[in-house]
């Protein structure tokens, strides 16, 4: 069987394919070969042991998504995406990539005729209400911004071509990712990684939100498992409904520097500073940070560790790389 990652020069592609490559195998099934697709060229997973093609192109395109899914294709992890405030920025890209991108992708899943497991990463920003909604496994999508919008129209083009055979698909509403590694990113919530990460490099972090700002994250970690489960489980218990809540972590950000300052010490803390940031504030402001997940578990998803091992994981996992891409 054959698996494809877009948006594979991302840390979440990155972390998915190298988890694939050292365990050989998806559920039951042996993995046969990988084709790895981003804006730039992915770099293949050390150790695996089945040919990995690297290919650089625009997701949008339809002459280079024609090259993503083949007879032998079984699963399509399609994470490429524009992020929040990039996409709330640059309304034309952002539906173009977010949009345009995904049907490319699911369309040439159906030319290729092997319907195709596709694992298809929605988002909390699909759902609004902000910090007093509580979103169950039934509410009714209403995006804030233009990026959960993308991502809600991304879902129902799921739903529907898998309705229609095409596809067999499933759409994992992911958290807000904490700790990410690497440098900061266009998306609004960067800040909810730079200040469990920045502070360890011994560099400053800005805090656009109050104290009492709550936000349902997940780590790498288990955004990962979840990734991975998506692309195994038995999908005939989901019937129409392909979205699924899986089952993050609502923490505030009072929590978050507790565990920095437990982990980190006081000289961390002082890296932290306050700053207005109306833009940032306006586009996370209207992210619901609680939801139901009783589905979730029901499907096999994993339940979710505590914050201060997500903080320790980050420096088990990825402190040291990201040191070493910051120079």
Request: contains cysteine; glycine residues 10%.
């Amino acid at each position: 069987m054959r698996v494809t990652i877009t948006g594979a020069a991302g840390f979440l592609g990155r972390k998915v394919a190298g988890r694939l490559a050292l365990e050989g195998k998806l559920g039951a099934r042996e993995i046969t070969a990988m084709t790895l697709f981003d804006l730039v060229p992915p770099k293949a997973p050390e150790g695996a042991r089945f040919p990995v093609t690297c290919l650089a192109g625009d997701i949008a395109d339809p002459a280079h998504t024609a090259r993503l899914a083949e007879r032998d294709t079984g699963v399509v992890f399609h994470l490429a995406a524009v992020v929040s405030a990039q996409a709330e920025a640059d309304f034309d890209l952002g539906w173009r990539v977010n949009l345009d991108g995904t049907r490319a992708v699911l369309e040439a899943c159906r030319r290729a005729g092997s319907r195709p497991r596709v694992v298809f990463t929605s988002s909390v920003a699909s759902f609004s209400g902000g910090q007093q909604a509580v979103v169950g496994d039934t509410t009714r999508p209403v995006p804030g911004n233009s990026y959960g919008a993308q991502k809600a129209a991304g879902e129902l083009l799921v739903h529907d071509y898998s309705r229609k055979g095409f596809i067999d698909g499933v759409s994992i509403r992911l958290p807000t990712v904490v700790v990410r590694p690497g440098r900061p990113n266009r998306a609004a919530s960067s800040f909810a990684s730079s200040i469990l990460r920045e502070p360890f490099l011994g560099e400053e972090a800005a805090l656009p939100v109050p104290e009492d700002f709550a936000l349902w994250i997940a780590s790498p970690r288990a955004a990962t498992d979840w990734l991975i489960h998506a692309a195994a489980m038995d999908t005939r218990a989901l019937g129409l409904d392909r979205g699924i809540n899986p089952p993050g972590l609502t923490v505030t950000v009072r929590e978050m520097l507790e565990v920095l300052r437990l982990v980190g010490g006081h000289d961390a803390m002082r890296l932290i500073s306050r700053v207005d940031d109306p833009e940032v504030a306006a586009i996370v402001g209207t992210w619901p940070a609680r939801f139901d997940h009783a589905r979730a578990l029901a499907l096999g998803f994993r339940t979710h560790e505590g914050l201060e091992a997500v903080v320790r994981a980050f420096l088990e996992d990825d402190l040291a790389e990201t040191r070493a891409m910051r120079g």
